[in-house]
């Protein structure tokens, strides 16, 4: 009963109040991620940020002083996202589009990141799998995707490696959402596409509402060792396809 309270009050709020708290856990994942990482060196990272929202992890971001650091955004955003980029401590290179549709020569123009911090995005996006996979291939060896969902509300689904498909509908009305995965199917991605080494996130127990329960945020880290999964790969015959590497 409490939970809907505070869902309500939630809900009813003027957007610019509701903001800090509903992403409060967005300060925690950040700091989630400097204690599992070497800080050392950041001078010589390159990050990207895909759909930076208000700017707020823009600006941790930033802090870090990075050697490089790419926003990309819709271009709807582009007028809201420049209010705000003109604080920041340094200058970002800002590029307009989905990243999920570049070519191959964008892509080759931008480079490979240290750090990809990715959250709010994935499921908006109906290839999903292809996403992650994309984001993989642009990380160098050791480097970090700092990803962040919404998952599925259905209590029957939600400890399960599924994905709930609302097409032709979207959810809630969206426009956007087709489809919602489960948790365990974000991570089933993640080690498809060839991040073998997850961490977790526990920043939405600090929540005070019951987020945790329809949000997955998590650390995947591109080893060296990693190695991407291939199709047909006990076929004699057929050739080994990558998977999420098709065009």
Request: glycine share 4%.
């Amino acid at each position: 009963m409490f939970n809907l309270l505070i869902y309500y009050i939630k809900k009813f709020l003027p957007r610019k109040d509701r903001i800090s708290s509903n992403f409060q856990y967005r300060h925690y994942l950040f700091n989630e991620l400097i204690e599992n990482i070497d800080t050392s060196n950041f001078e010589n990272f390159r990050i990207l940020e895909i759909g930076p929202r208000d700017g707020e992890d823009s600006q941790r971001l930033a802090s870090l002083n990075p050697k490089d650091f790419f926003i990309i955004d819709l271009p709807n955003r582009t007028e809201n996202n420049l209010d705000w980029i003109k604080n920041l401590n340094i200058t970002p290179d800002y590029l307009e589009g989905n990243l999920m549709y570049f070519s191959d020569e964008d892509l080759s123009k931008i480079g490979k990141f240290d750090l990809i911090w990715f959250t709010g995005v994935l499921y908006h996006n109906p290839e999903q799998l292809r996403f992650i996979k994309k984001l993989y291939n642009l990380l160098n060896d050791n480097g970090y995707l700092v990803l962040e969902s919404s998952t599925v509300r259905s209590l029957s689904l939600r400890n399960k490696n599924v994905v709930q498909i609302h097409y032709p509908n979207t959810f809630r009305d969206t426009d956007t959402i087709t489809h919602l995965p489960t948790k365990k199917a974000i991570k089933s991605w993640l080690s498809m596409s060839g991040f073998f080494q997850i961490i977790d996130s526990k920043c939405f127990n600090f929540e005070n509402y019951n987020i945790k329960n329809t949000r997955y945020a998590c650390i995947a880290i591109k080893t060296k060792d990693s190695k991407p999964k291939k199709y047909y790969s006990k076929v004699v015959n057929n050739s080994n396809y990558e998977i999420g590497d098709s065009n």
